[in-house]
Nanobody, 126 residues
Framework: QVQVAESGGGLVQAGGSLRLSCVAS????????MGWFRQAPGKEREFVATISMSSGFTRYADSVKGRFTSSRDNAKNTVYLEMNSLKPEDTAVYYC???????????????????WGQGTQVTVSS
């Protein structure tokens, strides 16, 4: 089973940028579907973005569309989440997740993901 680990979180002012990285271990990573989720204090975990490692197809939550971009580097078994124009409401723990099943257009359903990282804190100050 693939294992994933996120990094790159931190404290940034509103309007700033951060790039999260997610490194995966295991075979056949190029056939996986990867996802980004976040959980703010007192709220449920919510979908942020998904990317198909084979096609590069991406899909985003409406709340981050146009500001966040997910990309992949299959050679490095790594996916990225570039976050721009950050807002205080983006403050949350961000999680990377991996799904063994291939989804043509990715998936925003947390139940479809088999492996989760420990999360990385992103704090946006106003």
């Amino acid at each position: 089973q693939v294992q994933v680990a996120e990094s790159g979180g931190g404290l940034v002012q509103a309007g700033g940028s951060l790039r999260l990285s997610c490194v995966a271990s295991g075979r056949s990573f190029s056939s996986y579907t990867m996802g980004w989720f976040r959980q703010a204090p007192g709220k449920e975990r919510e979908f942020v973005a998904t990317i198909s490692m084979s096609s590069g197809f991406t899909r985003y939550a409406d709340s981050v569309k146009g500001r966040f971009t997910s990309s992949r580097d299959n050679a490095k078994n790594t996916v990225y989440l570039e976050m721009n124009s950050l807002k205080p409401e983006d403050t949350a723990v961000y999680y990377c997740a991996a799904a063994r099943q291939w989804f043509l257009r990715g998936t925003q359903n947390p139940s479809d993901y088999d492996s989760w990282g420990q999360g990385t804190q992103v704090t946006v100050s106003s």
